[in-house]
């Protein structure tokens, strides 16, 4: 796997990264700790290969809609996603294991990932969050996850996003802070460069957390030079898999 040096936060020595292939999903390290993977393959796919919530979940109104709030749950870990039939829109986290990398239409292009394929397994998460958050259901010790981007956000690196002018230069960046949240109410900020000095993410990257203790939760923001007077033109996407922590 090729690395690119400017990701700071995904430089990631060989040897470690043989040891999160060569784990079950819930191995008992040297602390005493069980390590846990999620590795968002429980879920079932249907023929689309894509799963955005569905009208299972608890009904709430969405602006004169009617919206769904589901859940994706995997080693006590919880992926909240809202729905709208209506608008056929959602918000938070979905699952994937399409093995497209182009974007063409919305539906179902933003369900695909640059590699073309999940870091282990069949199936990865697409992030498109507005205030949603990865519940770890306790304190956890976070090692970090895999990570990548998303078909739509690679269309506006390389052909514009139709409300800002121009592709992305050397000098155009695109962002993600993922802020850890501890049992103490404290945070801790991690910012993974999706796309950076002229180059973006193209293979699976580590985004790590150094083993940080009692994170409770996870959310992501996105940033970009691209933005207009309603904020950040870039689609605001991004993939992640194998979240590996101890607990």
Do not use: H
């Not at 799963?51 to 992926?79: H, L, M, P, R, S």
């Not at 292009?109 to 073309?116: L, P, T």
């Not at 900020?189 to 002229?198: H, N, P, R, S, T």
């Amino acid at each position: 796997m090729k690395t690119n040096k400017f990701f700071g936060l995904a430089v990631l020595a060989c040897g470690f990264a043989l040891s999160f292939t060569s784990c079950s999903n819930e191995d008992v390290p040297v602390t005493g700790k069980k390590q846990a993977i999620v590795s968002f393959e429980k879920k079932s796919l249907g023929a689309d290969g894509y799963w955005c919530g569905d009208e299972t979940g608890t009904k709430f109104d969405n602006w004169g809609a009617d919206a769904f709030a589901c859940q994706y749950q995997e080693k006590g870990v919880t992926f909240p996603v809202n729905y709208t039939p209506k608008w056929g829109s959602w918000t938070g986290f979905a699952i994937s294991n399409r093995t497209a990398t182009t974007y063409k239409s919305m539906n179902p292009d933003q369900f695909n990932c640059a590699v073309g394929e999940a870091k282990n397994g069949y199936n990865y998460c697409v992030v498109y969050t507005f205030g949603e958050t990865i519940d770890f259901g306790r304190a956890v010790t976070l090692k970090g996850f895999w990570y990548t981007n998303e078909a739509w956000a690679v269309y506006a690196f390389k052909n514009g996003d139709g409300y800002t002018p121009g592709v992305f230069e050397k000098d155009d960046w695109f962002k993600c802070t993922v802020t850890a949240t501890l049992a103490d109410g404290t945070t801790k900020d991690v910012e993974i460069y999706l796309a950076k000095d002229g180059d973006y993410v193209k293979d699976w990257q580590f985004c790590d957390f150094q083993s940080l203790e009692n994170v409770t939760s996870l959310s992501f923001a996105f940033d970009s030079t691209k933005k207009n007077d309603y904020g950040v033109t870039t689609p605001t996407y991004m993939c992640i898999d194998d979240i590996t922590f101890e607990y």
